[in-house]
Structure formats: C-alpha cells, structure tokens
C-alpha cells in the first residue's frame, strides 16, 4: 500500500467522525431549541417529511410530541457519539502503524 493511501485512510476517518459528531451535536441542538422555542423548533412529520429543526409554512408537517422529541434525540446522541469514537480509534491506529 502506497504512503498516500495510508495516510488518506486514517484522515477520512477522522473526517467521517467529525461529520458524525456534528450530526449529534446538530439534533442535541434541536432539542435545546426546542426548550427555548417550542412552537418553531422540534421534531418534524408529515406526508413527504420527517425532520429536526424549524420547518417553512409551505411545508405540511405536524409537531410530535416534545417527549418524543427528546427520547429520539438521547438515542441519535448516543448513537453518534460510540460512531464517532470507533472511527476516531481505527485512524489512530492506524496513524500509529505508519510512526516509525
């Protein structure tokens, strides 16, 4: 294996960790909103939608409960954080086999 190749592997690693702890942070994010405004912020369904966040007028969505809110937000959170850790532990291993 070529030296580019080893060192991209454990750079796209990180970079798809950083991806998936943004994601968690995101949703945690959501949720926060949604304590500060409830109306706008929150969990998102409808016929061609389902979403975290605020939502336009033009979209036809109803509000889920706050509760639902929150216990699928705890699971994406955590979800997200053992993702981002296994990634980030294949590219330090895999930083380590390259030191000399």
Known sequence: MSTLARTLKPTAQF???ALVAFIGLAVA???VGHV???VHVGLWSGP??????????TIRAHQLPGSTLYIVTV????????IA????????????RQAP
């Open 48 to 57: 061609s939608v389902f979403s975290f966040g605020t939502l336009d007028d």
């Open 36 to 38: 500060i405004d409830p």
């Open 75 to 82: 699971m994406v959170v955590v979800l997200c954080f053992l």
């Open 29 to 31: 994010a959501t949720a």
């Open 15 to 17: 970079l798809a960790a």
């Open 85 to 96: 850790r296994e990634l980030v532990g294949f590219a330090r291993k895999g930083l380590a």
